[in-house]
């Protein structure tokens, strides 16, 4: 069952475009990189359920993200596909074979760990070339392999140093490079660039996003950080308190969160209780009548802070409000602004075309276009 | 000046206890090298007491005896502490409290009380199954029993200060049990293996009361040899015995110190 859902669902292949160092088209991903999951449970003690009942199926050459907050269960389902961890209920498919009680050694699964964990007793290129050692992998077979995944890291001369002297996206790249030179099936990464610093972890996330589609492995991406998630990901899962509350691409799970846990998580504010419906409006306390496009069918609305219009010249006939700006930052590309409207706080964010700025105190008229609010659940 | 003067009473101090320290080890080095049998009197510089003592089959015996003796022990101590460190470390989430208890008492418990429970335990023994008689076979065994909590503890801080999370790389990484303790377990604690194995080695060569109490009259120790001979009075000799010693053990620092330089320059 897992294999056809494999094949039926083709990869993305939005990656081959933009890359034009790496010479070589997209490796077409194999069957072998599906992973399913079938009412995993993990609890750790009575009162520590970390993952109660998650089922979900990663498609061949995807790169797919499990984000939520600490303690959400992301890292232990990370785990439970490297086999660090053991079910307590539940089924983990990889490729099709079901693989629930194989030890991580026998596992065709690598990890990139969150402390990058290198072995300080080995050279860069010892450690590097251990799961190939351990794989029994022979001489010159390895070093072969291991200056190939050298080159395609660009690890240049790093490869003669201790471990010691690296510093943390140093280390990093070495711990992508020993995993990778294994060539597995899936390759698992638990927060790989939280350890790093804005800039570096910015062209990190490019470079890793890069490296998968050249290579066309599935790669599971676990992290807090929900702008990186959507920076990297084909798709993504959002956990909270063990259980996956969304699974899209970035573009559904900002647009469309499906309830409040991921409408906040992904940054949302403008969130208010639907008080009453009528055909295709929902009344609020805060901004009252709202017209919406599709028939209502949760508790909550939202608005994204990007699609609220402000000014006197808005564009649409319905949704008009007024609000009172409280708060403005000023952040280059764009303005946020934080209004008052009937006691409800509000935030929008307008982009910078040069346009004359609200000062603080300003009451600024304000439109949403119906297809821009989305209901969702509580 | 307050400051002053506390500085200049803590520097006698400090001269006080060198002293105490070195000054009696000294005149230990000087008089083996006198050239007559006195206390009081330093002749003149001499080697004889050296020609003496390497033409003492008795003193090599004992030297040969002490060397085997910790060499056995300090070995196999290394294999058992490091099988109970690595069992302290695996197991340090749950309550060990008393277990761990058990492991420091040695450590902590009399020299004579330890040798003498031996030295009961080994007679008893040896009159119930005839094995076991006093001699070096029982000295090793007390040795390795008293040098056990040492190595185990070392080993157990060194595993205690690495990250845990290398143990699952190397499962990630294709390492089954038994290639991780060749590739990574033993190679990553070697430091600590390495200075388990001379701390027991100097505790083995160093100790006294324990050897005294389970040793038979076949396997004289060279501590227990200066023993007996000093009822006789410190003759020269003694000092001699001393004299090498005291080199050897500055000669074995010096070498450690230099390797742990060595090591961290090369990490620089």
Redesign the interface.
Known sequence: MTQTTAQADSPDTRGTSTTPEYAAPDAVPRDASSISLRRLRKSFGADAVALDGVDLDIRPGEFFTLLGPSGCGKTTLLRLL???ELADDGHVEIGGRDVTEV????RS???V???Y??????SVRDNIA??L???GVGGSERQRRVSEIADFIKLGGLIDR?V?QLSGGQRQRIALA??LV?EPDVLLLDEPLSALDAGLRSQLQVELQRIQKRLGMTFVFVTHDQQEAMVMSDRIAVLNDGRIQQIGTPREIYEKPVNRFVASFMGHENLFDIESREGDCIDTAALGRLKVETPPHGELVMIRPEALELGSEVSSEFNRFEGEVREFFYRGSHIEYRLEVNGMRMKALSSNQGQRLFRIGDRVPMCVWPEDLVTLAR | MRGGSMRRSLAVVWWVVMVFLYLPLGVVVLYSFNSVNSAATFAHFSLRWYHRLFSNPQIIEAFWHSLLLALISSMIAVVLGTLIGYGMYRHRGRRLGWLIALIYLPIVMPDIVFGISEMTFFVRFNQLTGLLGPGLGTMIIAHVTFEIPFVALIVYSRFVGM?A??F?????????PV?RVC??II??I?PALISAFFLSFTLSIDDFVISFFTSGPESTTLPIYIWGAIRKGVSPEINAIATLMIGAVAIAALLSLALSRRRSA??Q
């Not at chain 1, 030890?103 to 026998?106: F, G």
């Not at chain 1, 964990?117 to 080995?122: E, G, N, Q």
Request: charged residues 25%.
């Open positions: 490297a086999g660090l030890p991580p050694h026998k699964v690598n990890t760990f969150q402390s964990a290198l072995f300080t007793h080995l251990f799961g050692r351990m794989r201790r010691d020993r995993a294994c | 990250d999370t290398l699952e790389a190397s499962k990630d990484l294709y390492a089954g290639r590739h990574f190679p990553a070697k090369s990490r």
